[in-house]
């Protein structure tokens, strides 16, 4: 944590990083897909998507080495929550936000099985009792994920496409060192943030399901709302959903290896989860595209989501 007085300094640097690094991370991604003749929504899935993650996975798996269950999870909930009302909310009242069909037909059924199994599995133990087994059940179904899209990228690749590959190295460069700015700035963002929650005396679980969470969704948020703004909806939408996916099969499961994670405590809070993954569903099908009034629903919804947690 770094002292109260450089949280104000740590913040604006933050800011910065997080601006430069997300311009040339969506920069890189949307050239290198069309060099490599695949979709920018397949990148972003996989390789943004674990970039963007990256503050989650260092938060919640520190936080289970700490023996901090609450904050392990709470991070995970309130990120994934954060992703889909918060981020993409503010993207697409930016510029409305196009959706590809396969996005709603592929990737979303993705999205929504992945939080069920959240739900079931804390349910029946699976991140308490025999966290052990639930570990490695969620790290299994990650890896099945990531070689379905790598497979997927394959077989949409156009192999006709000639392309340079000294110009595909520089831009995997940026892809590269967008995401370090990216997760530099959040990292400091989040010290801030907890620095002045933890003077402020405010609780664990709720530092980490509203203002970490919200913290570590920074780079998922500057990452689709510059996607938004320059007009590449695959990039803002493919980075949420995949961010989602990786928080709670890749980063729970590492979290659930370390500790129980007291998963049967917060059922309430995986319901909401649930029930607005299944809110995307109609949001995304009215035109295949998130107008702006539909963002400002969204964040309506996750102003009532704060005030919940704060006051209930």
Not at 57 to 79: K, P, T, V
Not at 144 to 162: D, G, L, M, P, S
Not at 218 to 227: F, H, K, T, W, Y
Request: hydrophobic share 60%; charged share 10%.
């Amino acid at each position: 944590m770094i002292p109260f007085i450089l949280a104000l300094p740590a913040f604006i640097v933050g800011i910065l990083l997080l601006y430069k690094g997300s311009d040339v991370l969506v920069e890189g991604t949307s050239k290198t897909a069309a060099q490599l003749g695949v979709s920018a929504l397949l990148i972003s899935l996989i390789i943004v998507a674990f970039g963007t993650s990256a503050p989650e996975l260092a938060i919640s798996s520190g936080a289970a080495i700490q023996n901090h269950a609450d904050i392990s999870l709470g991070n995970i909930i309130g990120s994934c929550i954060a992703n889909l009302l918060l981020v993409l909310g503010i993207s697409a009242i930016i510029r409305p936000i196009n959706v590809q069909r396969s996005c709603i037909k592929r990737e979303m059924p993705i999205v929504f099985a992945a939080t069920a199994i959240l739900l079931i599995s804390s349910y029946f133990g699976l991140l308490d009792n025999y966290h052990i087994i639930g570990g490695v059940i969620f790290l299994i179904l990650f890896v099945a994920f990531v070689a379905y899209f790598i497979r997927c990228a394959q077989k949409e690749r156009n192999y006709n496409k000639k392309y340079n590959k000294g110009t595909v190295r520089k831009n995997v460069l940026f892809i590269i060192f967008g995401i370090i700015g990216v997760i530099a700035g959040a990292w400091m963002l989040i010290e801030s943030a907890i620095t002045i929650a933890d003077f402020l005396g405010i609780p664990a679980f709720v530092i980490a399901i509203s203002m970490v969470a919200v913290g570590t969704s920074l780079p998922e948020l500057v990452v689709s709302a510059m996607a938004a703004f320059k007009k590449e909806s695959d990039i803002a939408i493919g980075n949420v959903i995949g961010s989602n996916v990786f928080n709670i099969l890749l980063i729970l499961g590492v979290c659930s290896l370390i500790i129980p994670l007291n998963a049967a405590a917060s059922l309430n809070h995986q319901v909401i989860l649930l029930a607005v993954t299944l809110i995307m569903f109609p949001i995304l099908y009215t035109g295949y595209i998130i107008s702006r009034k539909e963002g400002a629903f969204m964040l309506i919804l996750y102003s009532i989501f704060i005030w919940y947690i704060f006051f209930f």
